[in-house]
C-alpha cells in the first residue's frame, strides 16, 4: 500500500508554535541527499488523515513537495504527540528512493484457532507481535500473516518457521520464539478442589 502526501517547504525563519496554531504541522526529510534534509510543513488535516491509515516506520508513503524538486517514496520515520493535547506535533519522514533495501517494523496476525486452545483448553501464548525485516520498499507488506491452526498444547513457532513473502528477510535470530500454546491455567480454587478430590 502506498499512500500520496501533499507538503510544502517550511518557510525559512517560520516558528513551529505559530505554524500549529495556523493548521500545519512541521516535518523534515532526511535520507533524500546524504544527511541533508528538507524542512516541511504538511496540514494538519492531511496529517490526521495519513495517521489514520499508516504505521510508523512501516508504510510507503510518495511524499509530494510542491515547491522543491524532490517527489519520491519515504516511510514516517517518527512522530511526536503532544504530552498535553495528544495531537500530531512533529513528523520525520526518511526517503526510500534510491536506497535499495530498508529496514520495517512489520505486523503479526495470527489467525486461525489453534487445536490446543480449541479442544484442548490451552492458551495462546503470543510473545511477539512486531518484527524488523529489510526488503525493498516495493515489497513492504502491510502484515505478515501466521496460522496457528495445527498448534497443540505444547508447540510452538520461531521466527524460522515463519513464511515471509520473497525479497523479505528478518532481522531477528531466526531461533526467537513467536508464539506458543500453553497449558490451561489452573486457578488456586480449582487444585485445591482436585487435591480434595483425590484424597
Partial sequence: ?????????????SKPRA?????LIPANLYGHKGTE???L?????????????????NTLIEL????????????LRELQIHPAK?????????????HGDTTVEVRLRFV??????????????????ELQVSCAPENIPDVIEI??????????????????????????ELERLVVSVLPPQISADDAGTETETAS
Avoid at 19 to 23: D, F, V
Wanted: charged share 20%; proline share 6%; aromatic share 4%.
Fill in 147 to 172: 496460522d496457528v491452526t495445527n498448534l497443540q498444547i505444547g508447540d510452538s513457532l520461531s521466527i524460522s518457521d515463519i513464511p515471509f513473502p520473497e525479497g523479505v528477510t528478518p532481522l531477528a
Fill in 112 to 129: 486461525g484457532t489453534a487445536v490446543g486452545v480449541k479442544q484442548e483448553g490451552g492458551v495462546l501464548d503470543t510473545v511477539i507481535t
Fill in 37 to 39: 534534509s528538507i524542512s
Fill in 64 to 75: 509530494n513537495i510542491a515547491d522543491a524538486p524532490w517527489r519520491g517514496k519515504a516511510l
Fill in 86 to 98: 495528544g495531537t500530531p506535533y512533529h513528523l520525520s519522514f526518511f526517503a526510500v528512493a534510491g
Fill in 41 to 57: 510543513t504538511i496540514e494538519a488535516k492531511t496529517v490526521e488523515r495519513l495517521l489514520k491509515r499508516v504505521s510508523v516506520n
Fill in 19 to 23: 505554524l500549529r496554531r495556523s493548521g
Fill in 1 to 13: 500500500m502506498t499512500i500520496t502526501v501533499e507538503s510544502l517547504k517550511r518557510p525559512e525563519g
